[in-house]
């Protein structure tokens, strides 16, 4: 197997709470029961800061996140200069410039499959919401694009439906313009450090944001870590379109998270691609994430009641985080 490859695990905090033995065990006075309070609470509080990055992510998407302020609305050229695009953005507390995550959704769109034809920052899908909330905890600036919305496409597309979508919504020739519109965007806020943005995607995101990353990608002449993304993250994108086969080579490093049980697109055909864009000179690590399925982080009950998912999403969250912090920050 290629050593550049690995096949990730995470390991689990298991909380245990002993019941009292005996009835003299439960006679407790208050004086002792108070003091026992105090001190569970002060170990609590020691080891909630010891918990990793995942299992930050996972309080999040999990309780919801009630108190989380909802992602500003904004609006920018794509970078084809004629379609305004809404877009999502997820600030951090504290004043100063910060490093920024492009954020690019999935062939369903980034709004809620309950949005009910209302789509706002408020019917945003729980993953959307919990990534762009994860960021701006970690203080990065999160900017959503919606690319199918001000296309006329806000419910997205169903599973299957790769062959019947619009050109006007291509990951190949569309998308990354709309990646290098959000890029200018924030570089013109002063909020932001301008060379210091990375991109993320999923699913067809994640297709998008492979097209973005090429040395001879659309949006964007002579790209460098400088002009363009400093680096991206990607996950389970489809790997056999046309603009990704024969020679690829990005221009700033690229994370690649990849779902062996994916019954979406072929892992198989990533890895393979994997393989040819390393040998082309690419800076690219991928992650094969055995029994994961297509997406893996997706919050909802019916994806994290499989092990592999809720492993494969802790593993995520924790990489994503050091990727980007040590090649956006340093």
Not at 77 to 99: K, R
Request: charged residues 20%; glycine residues 10%; proline residues 5%.
């Amino acid at each position: 197997m290629d050593t550049k490859y690995q096949r990730a695990s995470a390991g689990r905090i298991l909380l245990r709470v002993r019941r009292p033995d005996t009835l003299s065990e439960m006679a407790t006075t208050d004086l002792q029961r108070v003091h026992t309070e105090r001190c569970a609470t002060v170990i609590l509080a020691k080891e909630i800061r010891k918990l990793t990055t995942c299992w930050i992510f996972a309080l999040l998407v999990f309780a919801g996140n009630t108190f989380a302020a909802e992602p500003e609305t904004v609006h920018f050229q794509s970078g084809d200069h004629q379609l305004n695009l809404v877009g999502y953005l997820f600030l951090p507390s504290g004043g100063g410039a910060h490093v920024a995550v492009v954020m690019l959704h999935g062939r369903a769109g980034p709004y809620s499959s309950l949005a009910n034809g209302v789509y706002t920052a408020a019917t945003l899908s729980k993953r959307h919401r919990a990534w762009g909330e994860f960021w701006a905890e970690h203080g990065f600036v999160a900017l959503l694009v919606d690319s199918f919305g001000p296309r006329g496409y806000p419910s997205g597309f169903p599973k299957g439906s790769y062959e019947d979508r619009p050109s006007a919504v291509s990951e190949q020739t569309v998308r990354p313009l709309d990646a290098y519109g959000a890029l200018r965007y924030l570089r013109g806020r002063g909020d932001i450090i301008a060379d210091r943005i990375g991109v993320q995607g999923w699913s067809n995101g994640g297709m998008t944001v492979l097209v973005t990353m090429s040395d001879h990608a659309p949006g964007i002449d002579q790209p460098t870590p400088v002009t363009g993304f400093r680096a991206a993250i990607v996950e389970y994108p489809g790997c056999g379109m046309e603009a990704v086969k024969g020679r690829y080579l990005s221009y700033a490093p690229i994370l690649m998270m990849i779902a062996s049980a994916d019954a979406e697109v072929s892992p198989k055909r990533c890895e393979e691609f994997a393989q040819r864009a390393r040998a082309s000179g690419s800076n690219l690590e991928a992650i094969v994430y055995a029994g994961a399925e297509h997406d893996f982080d997706d919050p909802s009950t019916g994806k994290q009641s499989n092990p592999a998912n809720r492993r494969a999403t802790e593993d995520a969250m924790r990489r994503a985080e050091a990727f980007f912090d040590a090649r956006l920050r340093r």
